[in-house]
């Protein structure tokens, strides 16, 4: 932003002198707890600031409300200009700086020995000032690059500039908050101690308004939820806790009253949600009936007479669990039956207060901590039961049904399969978020395997000769770099899912909640499997706490399961396929059955012919053409023979259901071949798009190892399809040990454009 170099602001000597500090504090637009506590306590105890002078300061110290642009500006003009006066010889230090500064408004009292203590006491507090930030103020020039410098620091900043897309800013502001000081990653001995810390955190995060971003902006939020889903991924490099606690407050439980609630509960509650003053949960899952959400036992059932709704858990079973936030949430999302009348109509939301003000429980709520977990010890999950619990009528999540004060039920969506599946698919925001953040614990865990790969050394070829690098092993590289080809496909793909679910408008919602279950499922699985690789090409090493493997083991491990358990989530999706298979046919009669035998005879002929099934040469196997071509042709004929099983099946006297279960396996297949197929296509558009030059090679090659090496771990499928021929599949097979090799010499950049601190990988560089 322009400014005009001659404006001029008063402030005290006094105010003068802490502005090089509020400055640096400033400087990355986020304040950090630690800072937030030496502004204030500056304010309340430097002597050489006035009454006024605190009150000027207290108002720069609230996390919430960071410096207008313009003001932030002139104190960088300001200090520039003190800096440039600053007698030759003297520190370039914030603590002199901050001298110079009330030197030059006026201050003529002051024991300047004892100030420029005082200050100096305040910059060992804030920290070390960044480069680039001191850079700015002193205008000293930045470190020369050294001769003979890596190229792939260059590489890995034009990766990182594509990785970092479309919220570069929030990204960078994010490492800055999560690296610096108050959020240092800690062991505790109990879950008590942890659940606390994380508690902490988690209300810093909401101060910087980052809990609000999806929220309207009449609630204090930005009605952004693609930077939503941007900040619950970069805590997924920080702490999983941390970041599924952040999910349950402002996605599930927050996300409810957003999507589920109308103008009032958004009024009532969001704003205190997003500031972290009120604290929820979200209580869908019950013991009994875990995925069934149709089938939950807990009733809410409208009593006219009080115009309240009597909120309970018939049964042991129908207890709400692995809630988390139980233990600190004072407000719940209860989902059960809505009851009229007599009249069941089907699964609703309503918000149940479950502790008072003090934290105290209330009547009628029975809350019991979950314990120790396999991880996430620093998330408070817990089991909920509700004995005849009363809440007034206006505490129905009614966007998608109402009952009035006679207890009659109306609902814009009169057909109750299609009412229940569009209330579900409004909470289709955390099937996009979590394999996000799961993501970014398998990129840690790589970055600690590949750093380690390439500092160990182990055996040599003849004594006196340096030992080989771990990550010059071919075994070793077929370990890790397809992992590394893959962590980057599904980044892609995750993020167009992203902005697709944000995009949306209404009439493609369908395919996009199919979509969020097959690479939830696909992602979260690629997480379990991929640390675990991590942790044994480590060796001795990754088995050690320090290297974080471990945590982010055990943390991500519950991935797999929660937001949908990834088998039924695959069959789910399976089912969508299906259904738009037979609508497609059910509309379009006779001309679909001509397009669909017109597309298995091209298929044949272009791809199954004998030349092409046996086909080995490398222009066609490294072809973005072939690789599109093979993903797809599995997709359709699983999709196709799925159908004709389950038509057999029908045709024989099986029910839908029981020709279901017989096919499972089938469909978990489909799943999966529709997740491959779906992360392909993404990953080769982001290798067109990206322009010319060494990351679009990089990204072509990883692209080329990720098609290759699904392709030959389906190499049974194919050739029983008889799409490869065996020396075909030999081909690939030496081709994926290439690309591996070229991979490696690329790996270090591929990682490090991840842009994860170092702080949270273990392996330091």
């Known amino acids: 932003m322009a400014i005009n170099s001659s404006i001029s602001i008063s402030y005290s000597p006094g105010v003068q002198s802490m502005l090089p500090i509020l400055y640096t504090a400033w400087a990355d637009r986020v304040l950090s707890p630690l800072e937030i506590k030496l502004l204030r306590q500056a304010a309340a105890n430097a002597s050489f600031l006035s009454k006024e002078d605190r009150s000027h300061l207290l108002q720069w110290g609230q996390p919430d409300r960071p410096p207008s642009p313009l003001l932030f500006r002139y104190w960088e003009i300001e200090l520039q200009r003190a800096a440039a006066e600053l007698p030759a010889g003297m520190p370039k230090t914030l603590a002199h700086l901050g001298l110079q500064m009330g030197t030059r408004a006026g201050a003529t009292a002051w024991d300047t020995t004892e ?9 060992s507090a804030l920290g070390q000032i960044s480069l680039d930030t001191h850079h700015q103020l002193f205008g000293t020039s930045p470190p020369k690059a050294k001769a003979g410098l890596p190229a792939r620091n260059e590489l890995a900043r034009q990766l990182a500039q594509l990785l970092d897309q479309p919220f570069p800013d929030l990204r960078e502001r994010m490492r800055s908050l999560l690296s610096g000081p108050g959020f240092e990653l800690q062991h505790f001995e109990g879950k008590e101690d942890y659940r606390k810390q994380v508690l902490e955190w988690l209300l810093h995060l909401a101060q910087q308004g980052f809990g609000a971003l999806a929220y309207p902006f009449a609630q204090g939020g930005q009605q952004d939820m693609g930077a939503y889903a941007t900040v619950f991924e970069m805590l997924g490099y920080h702490d999983l806790s941390l970041a599924v606690k952040f999910g349950v407050q402002f996605g599930l439980f927050g996300g409810s009253i957003h999507q589920l609630g109308t103008k009032r509960h958004h009024e009532r509650y969001l704003e205190a949600i997003g500031k972290g003053e009120l604290l929820g949960c979200f209580a869908m899952t019950e013991t009994g009936h875990g995925s069934n959400v149709r089938g939950l036992e807990t009733t809410i059932t409208f009593d006219p007479s009080t115009d309240e709704f009597v909120v309970h858990s018939p049964r042991e079973s129908s207890g709400k669990e692995y809630i988390g936030n139980a233990l600190h949430a004072q407000l719940a999302t209860v989902f059960g039956q809505l009851i009229t009348h007599g009249e069941n109509h089907g699964v609703h939301a309503v918000l149940v207060p479950i502790r008072d003000m003090e934290g105290n429980v209330l009547p009628g709520v029975r809350v019991v901590d979950s314990g120790y977990k396999m991880g996430l010890n620093g998330v408070d999950n817990g089991r909920i039961w509700l004995d005849t619990v009363r809440v007034p009528r206006e505490n ?71 030992e080989t690098l771990l990550l010059d092993y071919p075994s070793h590289q077929r370990r890790l770099m397809p992992l590394l080809a893959k962590a980057y496909a599904l980044h892609f793909s995750l993020q167009q899912l992203s902005q697709d679910y944000v995009g949306h408008d209404g009439e493609d919602m369908r395919e996009i909640e199919t979509q969020a279950a097959a690479l939830k499922a696909y992602a979260t699985w690629f997480t379990t499997a991929c640390l675990q690789e991590c942790r044994e090409a480590c060796g001795g090493k990754g088995y050690l706490s320090e290297n974080r493997i471990d945590r982010l083991k055990a943390d991500t491990d519950i991935f797999t399961t929660f937001e949908g358990d990834n088998t039924v989530l695959m069959q789910l999706v399976a089912k969508g396929l299906l259904t738009k298979f037979q609508k497609a046919f059910n509309e379009d009669g006779n001309r679909a059955l001509l397009r669909y035998l017109g597309g298995r005879f091209t298929t044949a002929v272009s791809e199954l012919n004998p030349f092409t099934v046996r086909n080995t040469s490398q222009q066609h196997l490294l072809s973005e053409e072939f690789h599109l071509a093979a993903f797809r042709f599995r997709e359709t004929k699983l999709l196709h023979n799925l159908g004709e099983r ?80 065996g020396n075909k599949t030999k081909a690939i097979r030496r081709e994926v040990d290439e690309l591996c090799r070229q991979l490696r010499a690329l790996s270090a950049p591929l990682t490090d454009a991840f842009g994860i601190p170092d702080a949270f990988v273990g392996i330091k560089p």
Request: proline fraction near 4%; charged fraction near 20%; charge should be positive.
């Open 115 to 123: 100030v420029l203590r005082q200050l100096q006491e305040m910059e």
């Open 396 to 466: 129905l999540l009614d966007r998608f049904g109402q009952v009035d004060a006679q207890g009659r039920y109306h609902s814009p969506i009169q057909n109750s399969s299609r009412r229940f599946f569009t209330m579900l698919g409004t909470l289709v925001g955390g099937r996009v978020c979590v394999p996000r953040a799961g993501l970014s614990a398998a990129k840690a865990g790589l970055a600690t395997a590949i750093r380690y790969g390439l500092s160990r050394r182990q055996f040599s070829s003849r004594p006196n000769k340096p």
């Open 646 to 725: 389950m038509r057999g099946h029908i045709k024989n006297g099986k029910s839908a259901y029981e020709a279901g279960l017989i096919v499972q396996p089938h469909m978990i297949a489909l799943g999966e071949a529709y997740a491959e197929r779906l992360t392909l296509e993404r990953f080769v558009e982001a290798a067109r798009q990206c322009p010319e030059g060494a990351p679009r090679q990089a990204l072509r090659k990883a692209c080329q190892l990720y098609a290759l090496h699904t392709i030959e771990a389906h190499k049974g499928w194919y050739l029983e399809a008889d799409y490869l021929a």
